[in-house]
């Protein structure tokens, strides 16, 4: 059905009817008409897109509270809404993403509610800016977005999706967590939904990577001499096939790491026992200071020319985190985070409100949810391991990976780095990863199969712009009910992971 939308009158009449809706804790900031003709977004000023209309809305939950989400309505409405994720640290709107119109979808994103706290500019500690990023600004986008849409289309969307991949997957996992019935279904990829701990990990990496003066104790050459190094031991141990240049799964047993670093004091001598002590740390991943428990995964082997603390020039970058730094008042004290006292406080403190780990998603469950998550087996920004074991908590309180693989699946993808990076896969089935995942979930909520398989593969493009495939490959549910379910790099121990969680 077509949605006749590009005249000022249609928009006029649209901005009456909402004008007489009360929008809980929002205000709607602006009405615009994107499309052919318009110069309200100069990129979508084409008739490759559907004729739409975009509203800019802004929420609010306390003083320090600032929510800005846009909501796209096109005329070519499939009757769904999508929810997009933001990344990082949010702060800004990610226009491609609005090409999903192109699909029949009404989309929405939130900018997190950091846009008013950019980059530095994080001015002191708020449990207001906490919230919004971590879960309240998702939802809240995603409850006003369904008024809106039953207001301009005359009736409710018949299902709403979320996708949303780094930050997007604590926004997707925190969903189906808080509020189960927002979403019929979610697609998730290398998520930082274990929240506190995701973070408490990069400050890890950088402790051990990157010297007391500032300088790295390994640059570009080394990380990709390193990375050599590791898929030639994981080839030798059966790994992946002859011609990949990535590793498949790296990870063979407990004594990986140790192996590894004996390989690599063969292959290259030259390298000190305390450069190789940094890398060995940073493979076993940070761990309390008194107790020994593990607080995250450590870097995955192979992920090492991905990883900025041995790739960039970072003598200028400070390390600090937007949010511990503000909650301890001092600058860069998370340079000097103690794994003991410190990491405990933030777990009281904070921990609750940014997480999103929480193995219950019976609620989802029980309303006919569907989730296809992923990670990349070379992601070093979210560890595998992490999401392995969540898929595990998961079977554990919910009866058994049969009853749990009937809503999520997830996939562990060779080789794939954060984002679109990677040597190894990042294309589906040789196109957008995302637009077919969205397809295949779309079918899956619509009583479809659930997906056996994705076909995965590294897409290049010569200087003309043709894409050809370095490899093709089937890659299988994880299956949390073989052996191998439990065999992975050590991660978060439950202790720090049955904390409460907060809504």
């Not at 939308?5 to 929008?23: C, R, T, V």
């Not at 990157?210 to 990375?227: C, H, M, P, S």
């Not at 898929?231 to 992946?240: K, L």
């Not at 990870?251 to 290259?268: G, P, S, W």
Request: proline share 4%.
């Amino acid at each position: 059905m077509a949605y006749y939308i590009n005249s000022e009158q249609k928009i006029e009449d649209f901005k009456k009817k909402l004008g007489g809706i009360s929008l809980p804790n929002t205000k709607v900031a602006h009405i615009g008409f994107v499309g052919e003709g318009s110069d309200e977004i100069e990129e979508f000023n084409s008739a490759e897109y559907p004729a739409t209309v975009r509203v800019v809305f802004e929420s609010s939950f306390g003083d320090d509270s600032y929510i800005r989400s846009e909501l796209w309505l096109p005329s070519n409405w499939s009757g769904e809404l999508l929810g997009l994720g933001n990344g990082g640290y949010g702060g800004t709107l990610v226009s491609k993403y609005w090409t999903y119109t192109l699909q029949g979808f009404a989309t929405v994103e939130t900018d997190m509610g950091t846009s008013r706290l950019r980059a530095e500019d994080f001015p002191k500690f708020s449990y207001d800016v906490l919230k919004d990023y971590s879960w309240r600004s998702t939802h809240i986008m995603t409850v006003v977005a369904k008024i809106i849409a039953e207001v301009f289309y005359g009736k409710a969307p018949t299902r709403s999706f979320f996708m949303g991949s780094s930050a997007g997957g604590l926004q997707g996992f925190s969903e189906v967590q808080r509020f189960p019935d927002d979403y019929d279904g979610i697609i998730v990829g290398v998520p930082s939904n274990n929240g506190l701990n995701y973070h408490v990990y990069n400050i890890w990496l950088f402790r051990q990577l990157v010297r007391a003066d500032g300088k790295q104790y390994f640059l570009n050459a080394d990380a990709e001499r390193i990375n050599k190094c590791a898929v030639e031991f994981f080839r030798a141990h059966g790994d992946g096939e002859d011609e990949d240049d990535f590793i498949t799964f790296p990870y063979l047993d407990e004594n990986t790491v140790d192996d590894f670093i004996k390989y690599l004091r063969e292959k290259i001598p030259e390298y000190t026992a305390e450069q190789l002590n940094a890398l060995r740390e940073a493979y076993n991943g940070p761990r309390h200071a008194k107790t020994g428990a593990q607080i995250f995964s450590g870097l995955p082997i192979g992920s090492e020319i991905f990883c900025a603390y041995m790739t960039k020039d970072i003598m200028h970058t400070r390390c600090g985190n937007k949010w511990f730094d503000p909650y301890f008042g001092v600058l860069d004290k998370s340079q000097n985070l103690k794994f003991t006292d410190d990491y405990e406080m933030l777990l009281r403190d904070i921990g609750p409100h940014i997480g999103a780990h929480n193995p219950d998603l019976s609620e989802f469950m029980k309303c006919g949810g569907k989730i296809i998550s992923y990670s990349g087996a070379a992601d070093r920004s979210g560890p595998f391991g992490d999401m392995l074991k969540y898929y595990n908590r998961v079977c554990e309180r919910l009866g058994g990976f049969e009853k749990v693989s009937g809503f999520f699946r997830h996939f562990t993808l060779p080789g794939k780095a954060h984002g679109n990076n990677g040597r190894g896969a990042n294309v589906y089935r040789g196109k957008n990863m995302d637009e077919q995942l969205i397809d295949a979930l779309r079918a899956w909520c619509a009583g479809g199969e659930a997906p056996e398989h994705l076909t995965v593969a590294h897409e290049v493009k010569d200087e003309n712009g043709v894409s050809s495939y370095t490899f093709v490959r089937t890659v299988y549910p994880y299956r949390a009910d073989m052996v191998e379910g439990r065999d992975f790099p050590k991660t978060t121990d439950d202790k720090y992971l049955d904390i409460p969680q907060y809504k």
